[in-house]
């Protein structure tokens, strides 16, 4: 079959709850991918940061074949070989004592929400029902109902009602406006250290060091959702790494997967993650063996490659050579690492200009209309870069 039959029964046969752009990938290494036809393309999504190892990588595929021969599901009821050793290795790259294991990223800030709900009930003596938890306008946790009832996206969340209560959204990268909203029933606060899909905002430098100062002075959880961000993504292993920031609780997914399958886990010290006890949380594939073999190896690639440092080197040579281009039209060029955005005028629809990349073989995705994210999975070679950037400036020279 052709792409475009392809694309005929995905529209045919799935919802349609979203809106690609038309290219069916049916092969990917590294940081590439191929078309039914055979083209080639780099992959400047890494579907959404999920794939930061690049496809296919050799040390996670052993891994998740080896796996495969021996056990990939017990569920819970039993222990397995490969969750403890998964989770040491978690819990030492992210210097947590614990972790708690689950399959998408929004089942991780769900956890995340309930540990600090019953942490403010259990250890700070606030009332079942009146906890609250402060958020960030223009965040983007997840699409579950607690998640959409969080947004103030009106696509996310319109008709998805009753909400659910308990939130208290402020303006990002706005710490007073933290400080101001904090009462007696706040437990956490929630927030991306990095805004991805809003457009990859970054706050303003100190913000983060300032939360975590507010929320220690007056004894409330602070939740980091580094989903997007975490996992070497930024040019640190997790973005909050840039300050003095080091949150309670943190959510992952995303590349924790390694681009194979969906994993997710909260980490936090003891004191906070012993308000779980046996039955009040759970998940029928979460801690699996072959997520646990597939998540070790994971975590083992981002540290033998090092490579937070060379989505360090790579971000800052692509945004300086973005900017030497002088691109007409593009008004922002922000990101660090490899996490960036250019953001055009607020009637610029970037759909087409997406469709052009496409057709000089990078593929991105425009988020909110007027921003293209650019973030290809960080094992990308220097010269793969420069072949891309190349592509691109021409592409955006003519946006
Ligand atoms: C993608 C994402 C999520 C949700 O992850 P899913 O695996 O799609 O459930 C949550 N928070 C952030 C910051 C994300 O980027």
Redesign the pocket.
Known sequence: MKSQDYIALDNQYCAHNYHPIPVVISKARGCRVWDAEGREYYDFLSA?SAVNQGHLHPHIVEAAQEQLTRVTLTSRAFHNDKMGPFLEKLCAYTGYEQALPMN???EA?ETALKAARRWGAEKKGIQNGAQNIVCASGN????TLTAVSMSSDPESYVNYGPYVPGFVKVPFGSSVAVREAIDDDTVAVLI?PIQ??AGVVVPPNGYLTELRQICSDAGVLLIF?E??TGFCRTGRRFAWQYEEARPDIMCL??ALGGGIM?I?AIVADRNVMEVFTPGTHGSTFGGNPLAGAVGLAAIEVLEMERLEDRAYVLGERFRAELRDAHLQNTRIIRGKGLLNAVVFDDSFDAFPTCLALKEKGILAKQTHGNIIRFAPPLVITDTEMRDALERIISVLRTA
């Open positions: 959404y998408t990223g929004v800030v983007f946790h997840g699409r991306e991805g899909e959702d989903i997007q997914g995303k969906p997710s």
